[in-house]
């Protein structure tokens, strides 16, 4: 399952490591998956005083979490009215207050716990045509009648071309307030916090079963400072034969959860194999003309392109994503054409590396957050968008299950329609997005 053959993973020397479980455990609150929902939850309720145990199927950052593209953007994935139409009023604006405070959230956790990933900040929403920019437009617009003055037109390739240099797009939107970060660096900083705050983490501890009893006994671990009480006993079993009791779980797997998600969760929720490519360091002369700023870009297409240049000057290129799960073709020659019709300069860099691996998508493209039994809570689904979202989700499951919180109890409100097709749903997933792709290029 380990998908740490990013470049992320080979320039990082000092990794922390977590031991197997050598016995049956027992703790408060059990956290099923290592990446950055399962560890800010981890962190936030261990820094409350809270007895948790947080275990990973691989080794902390294998998923998402550890190998994505590093785009640290505001808000939620979707249009925001996807969310607001199913609120009253007052509870959208705490829905959209809390997304636009992602990335603050994800800056503290960095300078509180002296967290060095190369986090940076400037952020380029890019146009394609005029339909594009006009959208990005009326998203400018909202988003300032909301009170976010972060964003900047560039309107005229004049004006886009102080921040980029290409002919690829008509205009953009710059955030000054989004950014990009070496992802893993952050995961294992969050992961470091954590444990000592005195989270028991645990790497190579597969779920097979989750078990819930429905009785009032009490438990062995203590609940001191928690309002959501729950009731019964939860019984995690290992791949090991080994076992996990806790009064409350937190499946925080996402894509990785197929084997122990509920059908709630499971029809919700699709794999999507990502694909991200690193050259070589480029030349600071280079990069000076192909982004002066060295801002994050993505465009507004469906099946979007999504780059920025590293810390070390390499361009991390992703898109390509295969909603069949089956990387058809050569992946590096696909990422390779798409980074060069963007920047012709670059025909000539060298690869140093192409990974892939699974992000999960809802058919909103909004997180799907849930109670799977009494004391069991989720979060999924995060669609591409989730460096900074994922801190805040882990976050808003922790506040939910101490009762400091409405957030979660809002968010679980919403609709999420199950995907269509049954078993054939990924091909009827993949027969959809061709549509979009399609509009997509025809510029409709």
């Known amino acids: 399952m380990t998908d740490l053959n990013s470049i992320y993973a080979a320039e990082i020397a000092d990794k922390p490591k977590f031991p197997a479980p050598t016995g049956n455990l027992d703790c408060e609150i059990a956290i099923i998956g290592g990446g950055f929902t399962g560890m800010m939850a981890a962190l936030t309720l261990a820094e409350n005083g809270h007895d948790v145990v947080l275990v990973e199927a691989d080794v902390i950052g294998s998923g998402g ?29 705490l829905i959209w207050d809390a997304g636009m405070r ?41 988003w300032q009648a909301k009170g976010y003055d972060h ?27 989004s950014g990009h970060i070496q992802p893993l660096k952050y995961l294992y900083g969050l992961a470091r916090a954590a444990s ?38 939860k019984t995690l079993s290992l791949a090991n034969g080994q076992k996990i009791t806790a009064k409350f779980v937190l499946l925080c ?13 499971t029809s919700r929720l699709a794999p999507v194999t990502s694909s991200v490519l690193a050259t070589t360091p480029l030349s600071d002369n280079l990069i000076s003309h192909i982004l002066p700023h060295r801002a994050a870009v993505a465009d507004c297409n469906t099946a979007l392109n999504y780059y920025r240049i590293d810390a070390d000057g390499r361009m991390i290129f992703g898109g390509r994503a295969s909603y069949t799960n089956v990387n058809l073709g050569n992946v590096e020659r696909d990422l390779k054409q798409r980074m060069v019709d963007v920047f012709p300069e670059l025909g000539e860099s060298e690869t140093a ?52 919180s409405r957030l979660f109890s809002i968010l679980s409100k919403l609709r999420h329609l199950p995907f269509p097709g049954g078993f054939l749903r990924t091909p009827a997933l993949a027969l959809g997005m061709s549509w979009y792709k399609m509009r997509d290029y025809l510029r409709l």
């Open 102 to 142: 992602a990335v603050d959230l994800l800056r503290q956790r960095v300078q509180r716990h002296k967290i060095d990933c190369d986090l940076r900040f400037g952020y380029l929403h890019a146009a394609l045509h005029d339909r594009q920019m006009q959208e990005l437009l009326a998203m400018r617009d909202e």
């Open 353 to 404: 590396t192409v990974w892939s691996g699974r992000i999960g998508i809802t058919v909103n493209r909004i997180p799907h957050f849930g109670t799977a039994g009494d004391g069991v809570f989720f979060v999924q689904g995060f669609s591409g968008h989730g460096v900074a979202l994922t801190g805040l989700a882990g976050t808003i499951l922790a506040n939910h299950i101490m009762g400091q």
């Open 65 to 93: 979490s550890g190998r994505n593209g590093g785009h640290v953007c505001q808000g939620w994935p979707n249009d925001f009215h996807h969310i607001s139409r199913q609120l009253p009023a007052d509870e959208a604006q």
């Open 253 to 265: 797997g996402n894509a990785y959860l197929q084997n122990i998600g509920t059908r709630k969760m």
């Open 196 to 233: 000592a705050a005195g989270a028991r983490i645990y790497e190579h501890a597969g779920v097979t079963a989750l078990d819930a009893t429905p009785d009032t006994a009490r438990h062995g671990a203590s609940t001191k400072g928690i309002r959501n009480k729950g009731t019964g006993t």
């Open 151 to 177: 964003l900047s037109a560039l309107d005229n390739r004049d004006s886009l071309a102080g921040h980029i240099g290409t002919n690829a797009y008509v205009g953009a939107l710059h955030d000054a307030n």
